[in-house]
């Protein structure tokens, strides 16, 4: 099994991703692809005269303040315009793709999050009535009655919360989950630059491979903070849960997956 | 098998809908539900900058002018906004719904029509490029293999062309095509009128019932004509082709399927 996660920023190259996903699936690799839609997201709510607001939280991170409306437009996006798009030219390439949202068949559960701290000026503040959330469960027999019977899953959130409503959920920590439930070959995600950069954006810096047993050394230390602490974290998580090798690597180039998993990129392992 | 179509015009009452079909499904019956979104579509059309346009055609019937740019709206608020909606109500209600599109698995494949004749200023046009068409296959197998594991599938346009296009469809045509491939019990058709009203839109003018055998008479025969015909006819069609009755009726109210199912509204069989 491969799991692959194609980022939602600009510059992705959504036909080259489909055709290298066809081409391994019409060879028989077992695929689940899951995907983003942030920068679309962003243009269509500001469109919608409902522009994003971001939240930063006390440990750095950064995530969309999702009322209810703005839910709405997350699925508009995610669900019907950035799936159906990829679905569409998994067709065109041959493979019998099959979109999916977490809501649908109870596929990703989790927790809502009501509450979230946020810092603004300093201080520490709670933002009440977000639809955001974590997930924790995967309907895996759902998965496998598509995979058993030949079809390429292209999953997204949102994930449905224990109390049944939408929350907007993070797509990088459920392609580690999957990756880590199916104990996948490889988890690659693709995104707008060659991997992970020890001087973001300077592509030069790219960091070529993250030896999971030496991170606590300070050089590997050192890439886990910041804007790259989610990530690398994420990824060392995965590997230690089972997943052989993460990458990170460009959706911006022909064959993407293939490089990807031929070690062009940011390995993790 | 029961199909329900819900409408898309203002005014459903989702909740009641979802309400019902889950009612229904915990009792053990096989239900498809398939839903469109045209109000929607508009809204967020005029939203987005690219407002809806019709096409006139020489038989009477209206369409969807559906360039590319329309077509991604028309995902966004079908594949995304309104399948999520039902599917979350009817996750809510505990029903394990599964929302999935034409495109999803080869569903819906039909042909493109991509010269659409209309009527303009009393003259007849060609439109070219567009992006509609009729279903004529469906993947009985993607819909038996949930059925078979007890899903509830919520379904909705665009359909695949032979090119392995995206292609906006009919929903009543792909409502009506499916109850023929099942035999169905029933097909219902919930929008926001009573049912089929011989002077629109005057409610009290709801006729009870059209018999197919003698949709030749002249006092039924003036029903199928203008607005209602394509209505009437494809009721007639799929009473022919095994459907047991077909219902239109009200989705404004409460248990909209079960009052439908008990003959109010209009009963075609």
């Excluded at 679905?87 to 109870?106: F, H, M, P, T, W």
Aim: proline residues 4%.
């Amino acid at each position: 099994m491969i799991v692959v996660k194609v980022g939602g920023a600009e510059g992705i190259n959504y036909e080259a991703v489909a055709k290298d996903a066809a081409s391994l699936w019409k060879e028989g690799v077992k695929l689940l692809l899951v995907h983003g839609g942030s920068a679309e997201t962003n243009k269509v709510a500001e469109a919608l005269g409902h522009p994003p607001r971001f939240l930063t939280h006390p440990g750095g991170q950064v995530s969309r303040l999702t009322d209810r409306k703005t839910l709405e437009i997350f699925e508009m996006v995610y669900c019907g315009l950035v799936n159906k798009r990829l679905v569409e030219l998994l067709q065109k390439e041959g493979a019998n793709a099959i979109g999916l949202s977490g809501l649908d068949g109870r596929l990703f559960v989790g927790r809502r999050k009501t509450a979230v701290k946020y810092v603004e000026n300093g201080k520490v503040k709670v933002h009440r009535g977000d639809y955001t959330g974590t997930v924790e469960e995967v309907n895996k027999a759902l998965l496998d009655l598509l995979l058993q019977a030949g079809y390429l899953p292209v999953l997204t959130p949102p994930a449905l919360s224990y109390e049944n409503e939408a929350i907007n959920t993070d797509g990088d920590q459920i392609a580690a989950l999957l990756a880590t439930l199916y104990g996948a070959e490889a988890l690659v995600y693709l995104s707008n630059v060659p991997g992970l950069l020890a001087r973001y954006p300077d592509e030069a810096s790219l960091v070529r491979e993250i030896p999971v047993e030496r991170i606590e050394d300070p050089e590997y230390l050192a890439l886990a903070q910041g804007r790259m602490k989610r990530k690398v974290m994420g990824a060392v998580e995965a590997v230690r849960g089972g997943v052989k090798r993460v990458v990170f690597a460009d959706a911006r180039v022909e064959n993407p997956i293939r490089r990807a998993l031929s070690g062009e990129g940011t390995v993790v392992r």
